[in-house]
């Protein structure tokens, strides 16, 4: 069974959700059976490159709030993020463009270290506020999940470096009809949104599980004069 | 879209067809957004572990021919191959129980370099006549493929390492209907079996992208108050 994550690491309850996903995934009898793939997904696809400022100021601006408000209202996400165990600092962290920071994950795809990588990269940004739009951190995130060093700088500076995959995780996103995020798909049949409790995630991979069903494959190339040419089961080579 | 290829790396026909596949890919305009996984598939699973024998004596003594006619039969395969510019020796290559060898593309799945390393046990065992069935051939090829030496050893050491996962794919070839390999199967839709030729794998490549459609989600968790909180596409997150 396949579960896909869309997420941004500028979400708070992408980093939450993704937490509870794996709680609930823990309490699944099949757990084993089960492969995660984290996808793209930009909360700001329009904000500037390389121009960063702090959450709480970006808040502020965008509810027509005090910096108290904005204060208190990343003091309810952190509080939530401490019910699952998580570190989460309410200080002020920095906020802009994900995008350079979702090619790296899908380096990390490729290189089989995704999860590490998030992980990484959600802690340096919730837990500790190190500010991972700097590509220096984010070289040193890399470096620390495993990733050789030289390689990823080297998709840090090409700015066309795994732009399709960014990109096409997008376009996927919206024609599953997610509006947000985190958003869980499971074995592209069922759709969860948002960071739900951890037994929801349960349920649903045993909805999932319960109600899988392999389809009849159309046949193409077919059998007869034109057929390729396999070994079957037995070990017998066709010539 | 995905295509998954179930293969043997005693199969000649996967080696020729997975060359065959990638010529066909390489003509669809698509190719970038094709994600390919492989596969585990035994011919011979009850084939005792440690013992290898001439490939020409198994042909002999299965189908009753003299060792001649086995010679020939190699020779047939090796033209095809060679039709594909594949390099293909006919002398008598080793023949034994791949098990451990699927456990291993497991781990260089994991770590993304199952495709190199896939590629170089095929060179081993059809190119050069290497033993891929000795412990020692099979670790040197993990290295040239970019694996950890300690973490390859460690896994071909350890019999239960991968196991389940190669065993699930078996699983799942059966119940796609597959009986023997290489079988493809695109996005879960369409199977083809057999090294076909690389336009049928083109045209079925443009089949699969055209009648590509995204079946609505069943919505989990739902909307209300048990939903889960997440950030929308305008950055706005809920509290």
């Known amino acids: 069974m396949r579960v896909e994550i869309w997420s941004d690491i500028?979400?708070?309850?992408?980093?939450?959700?993704?937490?509870?996903?794996?709680?609930?995934?823990?309490?699944?009898?099949?757990?084993?059976?089960?492969?995660?793939?984290?996808?793209?997904?930009?909360?700001?696809?329009?904000?500037?490159?390389?121009?960063?400022?702090?959450?709480?100021d970006m808040l502020a601006k965008k509810y027509g709030r005090t910096h108290e408000e904005a204060r208190a209202m990343e003091q309810h996400v952190a509080s939530n993020a401490h019910a699952e165990g998580l570190e989460f600092l309410a200080e002020g962290r920095d906020n802009g463009n994900t995008f350079d920071i979702h090619r790296l994950l899908h380096l990390a795809k490729a290189r089989g270290r995704q999860n590490e990588l998030l992980d990484l990269v959600y802690r340096a940004n919730f837990a500790e506020e190190r500010s991972v739009f700097d590509p220096e951190v984010l070289a040193g995130l890399a470096v620390e999940a495993g990733l050789d060093p030289g390689e990823a700088r080297a998709v840090l500076a090409d700015e066309s470096a795994y732009t399709d995959d960014v990109r096409g995780d997008e376009r996927e996103a919206a024609e599953l009809g997610a509006t947000g995020v985190p958003f869980f798909v499971l074995d592209r049949r069922y759709g969860i949104s948002g960071g739900q409790p951890a037994e929801v995630f349960t349920r649903a991979l045993e909805q999932a599980w319960q109600s899988r069903t392999v389809a009849p494959l159309a046949t193409i190339g077919g059998a007869g004069a034109g057929a390729g040419v396999g070994c079957d089961a037995d070990g017998v080579c066709g010539v």
Chains 1, 2 share one sequence.
Not at 10 to 32: N, T
Not at 43 to 56: A, E, M
């Open 10 to 56: 500028a979400c708070p309850w992408c980093y939450i959700g993704k937490a509870r996903f794996e709680k609930g995934l823990a309490a699944f009898p099949h757990r084993e059976q089960v492969e995660v793939v984290h996808r793209s997904f930009e909360l700001d696809p329009t904000g500037p490159k390389g121009v960063t400022g702090s959450v709480t």
